[in-house]
Structures are given as structure tokens and as C-alpha cells.
């Protein structure tokens, strides 16, 4: 019986299940590119997937993400490009000091580890309602990489139709 997060392909006119911790294709392993499972182990880590993990570089940061139920991992310099766009915004605005707050304020400077684990502080896994034990949707977006747990991610909207017409106030490049 296939369950949430199977991956199927099209051989023929017929749909086969394929294994989905490995993906392949004419026999050969593929890179499952946007959506990979992990879970976070008893001190809070989790393994970052290895082709992300040499686009994010040995040090990251880890903060909210502007959607809710989410986090976002940056690397070290593409944080410091959203950091400098912030800093340029009018501080006098409310909503301005208030992402402010929630982005560079909450970010955590951490280094992946040997094996590709990143240590997230209790703090933040607590915003996205997740705890060691936990399974984790992680998302490949073009050089970030957001976080949320498996069960919010099963019980999200994944209609197309709710996003369209999203606009934002304030366009910062890379958040």
C-alpha cells in the first residue's frame, strides 16, 4: 500500500511505487531533488542531504522562515546578503524591526559536523513544534533549505490555487 511520500513513476501507461528512501530511473540511482525525510536525532540534529550540504558550506545558519511552521537554513553568506537588505529597510516601520526580530533575531550560527549534521537549539524546533524523535520534511530551495515537521507538512494545503495571488510588501532577494 503506498503511503504519503511514495514516489511513483509512469513505465508504459502503468504506475509503479518505487522505494522511497532511493529513486531510480532505467535502472540507475537518481537524487530526489525538491523533498527529502530526515529525523532529528536525541541532541537535535539532523543529517543535511549531501548535495545541499556542499552548497551550504561547513557553517550555516538556521532561523524562522517567513511562513509559519517552518525554518530555514541559509549558508553563512547568503544569510549575511539578507541581513545587509534588512538593514537597508526603514526601521521606523513596525513590520520592518518585526521580521527583523524574527529572522536575525533568532538566527543561530552552527557548523555541520563531519558526518553532515546541523545541531538546532531546542528554541527553534520548539517554534515548528518538533522534538527529537521526530520526522522532518526538509526542502531544497535554491540554495536554502526549509525545515518543518512530516505531520504538519501531511496536514498543509498543497493546493496550487492557494497561492496564487500571494504578494509581498517588502521583496528582500534570497529569504
Partial sequence: MAKSGDYFHNRGGKWNIIDTKRYYRHGKHIQKVARD???????GRFFIPSKQKEELGAEVVVTNS?????????????????REQLGKLNSMD????????AIIGEALEV????QGRISVSAELWEKIGAVPGDEIC??????????CTKS???NE?????????????YYVEGL
Avoid at 513596525?94 to 526580530?101: A, F, L, S
Fill in 37 to 43: 525525510t530526515k529525523k532529528i536525532d536525541t541532541k
Fill in 66 to 82: 517567513l511562513d509559519v511552521g517552518y525554518l530555514c537554513v541559509y549558508s553563512k553568506e547568503h544569510f549575511e546578503g539578507i
Fill in 94 to 101: 513596525p513590520k520592518v524591526r518585526k521580521i527583523k526580530r
Fill in 111 to 114: 557548523n555541520v559536523d563531519s
Fill in 138 to 147: 526538509v526542502f531544497n530551495d535554491a540554495g536554502k533549505l526549509d525545515i
Fill in 152 to 154: 504538519f507538512y501531511e
Fill in 157 to 169: 494545503d498543497h493546493d496550487i490555487g492557494s497561492i496564487e495571488g500571494l504578494e509581498t510588501t
